[in-house]
C-alpha cells in the first residue's frame, strides 16, 4: 500500500489564482480530511468527509472547498487563494476499527506527507 | 468543546535527561488520547494511544482522567527524540470519532 499520497509537494500561488490540492488513499478507508498546519497554531481541521457523496466543514473551512466522489480521493480546492492560505497542508484518513468492551475505536489517523503552499 | 493544551512551545534538555511533554485536555465525555511525532519537514506519526498502553521508542504516556492529563515521559532523552510533538483528542461518537483535535506542539530539542 502507498498510503495517503498528496500531491503537489510544493505550490506557489499568486493571490487571486485557485488550484487543487490531491490526496488519495489506497486503503479503502471511509474517513478522510484536510489539516492546515501554522506555526504555533497547530494542526487545524479544513474539511472532513466519513464516506463518498459525504462532506463537512471543520474548524477553519473558508476559502476551501471539497468533494468526494470515490473512496480513493479528497481533494481540497482553493478557489481564490490569499496569503492567509500559506501554510502546509495534510491529509489524513483513518477507518472503523476495534472493540475494546463496549467501546468501538476507529483506526488512528494516516496522514499525507504534507503541500507546502505559498501565497503571494 | 473539546480542547487540548500543550502548555510548552519548547522544551530543550540534554542527551540522558528525563522528558516530560505535558498534555492537558477539557471534554465532558470519553476520549481518546494520542501523541503523534513529527521529524524535521516529515509527515505526522502515531507514537502513542492511550488505549494500546504501549511503550513506542522508550516513550509511555498515562490518561490520568481525575486530572484531565496524558504527559509523554521518558527517563533518558535521545537526540533522534528531537522532533515536534502534538497530542491530539478524539471524542466518542458521531463524525468524531474519527477527526482529532489538536494541540499547538511542543518542540523538544534534546542538546548532545
Known amino acids: 500500500n502507498a498510503g495517503v499520497t498528496q500531491t503537489p509537494k510544493f505550490q506557489v500561488l499568486k493571490t487571486g489564482q485557485s488550484m487543487t490540492l490531491q490526496c488519495a488513499q489506497d486503503?479503502?478507508?471511509?474517513?478522510m480530511s484536510w489539516y492546515r498546519q501554522d506555526p504555533g497554531m497547530g494542526l487545524r481541521l479544513i474539511h472532513y468527509s466519513v464516506g463518498a457523496g459525504i462532506t463537512d466543514q471543520g474548524e477553519v473551512p473558508n476559502g476551501y472547498n471539497v468533494s468526494r466522489s470515490t473512496t480513493e480521493d479528497f481533494p481540497l480546492r482553493l478557489l481564490s487563494a490569499a496569503p492567509s492560505q500559506t501554510s502546509v497542508y495534510f491529509c489524513?484518513?483513518?477507518?472503523?476499527?476495534?472493540?475494546?468492551?463496549?467501546?468501538?475505536?476507529?483506526?488512528?489517523?494516516?496522514f499525507g506527507n504534507g503541500t507546502r503552499l505559498t501565497v503571494t | 468543546a473539546q480542547r487540548v493544551t500543550q502548555p510548552e512551545k519548547l522544551l530543550s534538555v540534554f542527551k540522558g535527561a528525563p522528558v516530560e511533554l505535558k498534555c492537558n485536555y477539557s471534554y465532558s465525555g470519553s476520549p481518546e488520547l494520542f501523541w503523534y511525532v513529527q521529524y524535521s519537514r516529515q509527515r505526522l506519526q502515531l507514537l502513542l494511544r492511550h488505549i494500546s498502553r504501549e511503550s513506542i521508542k522508550g516513550f509511555t504516556a498515562d490518561l490520568n482522567k481525575g486530572e484531565t492529563s496524558f504527559h509523554l515521559k521518558k527517563p533518558f532523552a535521545q537526540e533522534e527524540d528531537s522532533a515536534m510533538y502534538y497530542c491530539a483528542l478524539r471524542s466518542d461518537s458521531g463524525a468524531g470519532s474519527y477527526q482529532l483535535t489538536f494541540g499547538k506542539g511542543t518542540k523538544l530539542s534534546v542538546i548532545p
Open positions: 489524513a484518513s483513518s477507518y472503523s476499527g476495534i472493540r475494546r468492551g463496549s467501546r468501538s475505536y476507529n483506526s488512528p489517523l494516516h
Open positions: 486503503m479503502n478507508h471511509e474517513y
